[in-house]
């Protein structure tokens, strides 16, 4: 197996990291990437108002689930669990011995790759494993590259690949810090990554939650879940507003509950729970022990004690997932296009798309009956308000 192996400080982690490990991994064909963010690296301080230890982790983690790569990404919190200095050497024993028979790659930009034979035992580094530099700029080339190559091969018997990314983004986290502290959103940072870095008030940017442009609350929305989940949330939202202007309904409202409503999406049982214990979510018997109807609760709750939506956004979100009855205009919306955005697919999505435009309230009665009739094929409970939600529809049918 081929293991690449990228470490930085990653304070915090930016698009140029990412297309330098998509690159990486393409091009060596990996078969697996290690990300991992450093301790106290010993040829930098550490920056002052920068991320912690578990901060930098996390951005890491989002930024990993970003990457998009079809093979294993790993991001480990070995060099950050080490006392002292995080040196390169001490990481790549403990991989070895991990992975023994293994073939490791050593990922590195330009700046390291030029001083890697001025590292804390260089000799065991590429013995340990193959270097793979890649170059910011077209002025990291050949001409630049070649003769370290060549030396570090005759001086330590190093193998080495070198690659040269002239779209790569060229920049640094320091400049990054400072643009952030003084208000921008940098183009070069993930959307998800932002989204963190401004829900923890990181780098200087202590932005008031509660009152976010659309733009930064998608930002914080999609980076609590996972990439898979955001093409969802897009087309939730997308379906929320068309329908609110389609039934008179508000279409900021919509709009706001689309983006928040699956924010709680991922997180376990526990913590769901415990965010309930937090904020007087009273459930019922079967809601304690389904985690998958959770999330419309506390998601619910995020919206409002943290965002402050206003009650009928927070109560649309509460009711998204079951539906209850006597629901509100809003509520309707929010059900159903979550249940038929453009992502769907499943049999009769297309009659529901029709249906929803001519007669809402058949088009939410249609959802309800499918919904009961997919989760009772699969013998998962079905929970009373989706039946009670039904019967308040089809009463006097």
């Not at 690159?23 to 991320?51: F, V």
Request: hydrophobic fraction near 40%; charged fraction near 30%.
């Amino acid at each position: 197996m081929k293991i690449g192996i990228y470490g930085g400080t990653f304070d915090p982690i930016h698009r140029g990291h990412m297309a330098a490990a998509q690159t990486a991994a393409k091009l060596l064909k990996l078969d697996k990437l290690l990300l991992i963010p450093a301790g106290i690296p010993p040829h930098k301080h550490k920056s002052s108002g920068g991320a912690n230890s578990a901060q930098r982790l996390e951005m890491t983690s989002i930024a990993a689930d970003r990457l998009g790569l079809k093979i294993p990404v790993e991001v480990l919190d070995l060099e950050l669990k080490r006392e002292g200095k995080s040196y390169t050497s001490d990481t790549l024993r403990e991989l070895r011995k991990k992975y023994p028979q293994d073939e490791l790659w050593l990922l590195m930009g330009t700046d390291m790759f030029l001083t890697l034979q001025n590292w804390h035992e260089p000799k065991t580094i590429m013995k340990l494993a193959n270097i793979c530099a890649f170059g910011r700029t077209e002025s990291d080339g050949e001409e630049l590259f070649a003769p370290q190559r060549d030396y570090l091969a005759s001086e330590f018997g190093a193998i080495v690949t070198t690659i040269t990314l002239p779209s790569l983004v060229d920049t640094s986290s320091t400049q990054l810090r400072a643009r952030l502290a003084a208000g921008e959103r940098p183009e070069e940072l993930d959307e998800s990554v932002y989204g963190y870095i401004l829900r923890h008030g990181l780098y200087g940017t202590h932005v008031d939650l509660k009152h976010l442009g659309w733009e930064d609350l998608r930002a914080c929305s999609y980076s609590m879940i996972r990439a898979k989940r955001i093409p969802h949330v897009r087309g939730c939202e997308q379906e929320a507003v068309k329908l609110a202007r389609r039934w008179g309904e508000n279409e900021d409202d919509a709009r706001a509950a689309a983006i928040l409503h699956d924010c709680t999406k991922y997180l376990d049982l526990e913590e769901q729970l415990s965010l309930c214990r937090k904020y007087g979510i009273i459930l019922d018997d079967l809601e304690k022990v389904a985690v998958k109807l959770l999330h419309s609760k506390t998601g619910s709750a995020i919206a409002r004690y943290e965002y402050g939506m206003p009650d009928r956004v927070c109560e649309a979100i509460c009711w998204h997932t079951t539906g209850k009855p006597d629901m509100t205009k809003l509520e309707k919306i929010l059900y159903i296009a979550d249940y038929m955005e453009p992502t769907r697919d499943f049999d009769g999505v297309e009659k529901l798309r029709a249906l929803v435009y001519e007669d809402l309230d058949a088009a939410v009665r249609l959802g309800l009956e499918m919904s009961i009739e997919e989760l009772t094929e699969r013998g998962v409970p079905v929970h009373p308000n989706t039946v009670e939600a039904l019967r308040f529809l089809t009463k006097g049918e």
